[in-house]
């Protein structure tokens, strides 16, 4: 959820191509799990809207007071790194 006229929400109306990282920063090497993404991002349609804010409102309470659209992310790639599978273990999903 972001306003349109925000930054970075000026930046993906003009390249809709995204990529993300989610991970924590753990003191141990072997600690080391997390994805890397990419995908594309568009705002959701009003019909969406509706449906989508019953689960974001619940997640995000306090969204409900902001007036602002929600945007989905298509996701075309995932990396998964996990160390607990053995070091540099990485992990693929492709969309076809």
């Given at each position: 959820?972001?306003?349109?006229?925000?930054?970075?929400?000026?930046?993906m109306?003009?390249?809709?191509?995204?990529?993300?990282?989610?991970?924590?920063q753990?003191?141990?090497?072997?600690?080391?799990?997390?994805?890397?993404?990419k995908?594309?991002?568009?705002?959701?349609?009003?019909?969406?809207?509706?449906?989508?804010?019953?689960?974001?409102?619940h997640?995000?309470?306090?969204?409900?007071?902001?007036?602002?659209?929600?945007?989905?992310?298509?996701?075309?790639?995932?990396?998964?790194?996990d160390?607990?599978?053995g070091?540099g273990?990485?992990?693929?999903?492709?969309k076809?």
């Amino acid at each position: 959820m972001t306003s349109e006229n925000s930054h970075h929400s000026q930046l993906m109306i003009k390249n809709k191509n995204i990529a993300g990282t989610i991970a924590p920063q753990p003191e141990n090497i072997m600690d080391i799990k997390g994805i890397q993404f990419k995908g594309s991002i568009e705002k959701i349609t009003n019909k969406e809207a509706e449906i989508s804010a019953v689960h974001y409102y619940h997640k995000f309470p306090s969204a409900k007071f902001i007036s602002a659209p929600i945007w989905k992310i298509k996701i075309t790639m995932i990396k998964m790194t996990d160390n607990s599978l053995g070091f540099g273990k990485k992990l693929f999903w492709q969309k076809n």
